[in-house]
Nanobody
Framework: EVQLVESGGGLVQAGGSLRLSCATSGFTFDNYAIGWFRQAPGKERQGVSCINTKDGSTHYTDSARSRFTISSDNAKNTVYLQMNSLKPEDTAVYYC???????WGQGTQVTVSS
């Protein structure tokens, strides 16, 4: 059974940092890219970053490029999202997904206070 479990969210003040984790199981981890997405209240889910777990190549959206870092630990089948210099507009539920599939995690809430 394919599973993705996000963790690491929480409440942080503007300017703070969080590291999200996406622990996965049930598939061949380094055969797929893994992406992070977020959904703010009343808005559509949007992509944040993704990583090719085979070669480590990464992609970021403009809002994430200078502040967030995606990485993977292939031995642990886990993808991370290090988020620095957080802003109130980063408040959202953050999800990970196996790229090209409909396998999503349950999400983890990130709230940034001003």
């Amino acid at each position: 059974e394919v599973q993705l479990v996000e963790s690491g969210g929480g409440l942080v003040q503007a300017g703070g940092s969080l590291r999200l984790s996406c622990a996965t199981s049930g598939f061949t981890f380094d055969n797929y890219a893994i992406g992070w997405f977020r959904q703010a209240p009343g808005k559509e889910r949007q992509g944040v970053s993704c990583i090719n777990t085979k070669d480590g190549s990464t992609h970021y959206t403009d809002s994430a490029r200078s502040r967030f870092t995606i990485s993977s630990d292939n031995a642990k089948n886990t993808v991370y999202l290090q988020m620095n210099s957080l802003k109130p507009e980063d408040t959202a539920v953050y999800y990970c997904r196996i790229s090209g599939t409909n396998y999503w995690g349950q999400g983890t809430q990130v709230t940034v206070s001003s």
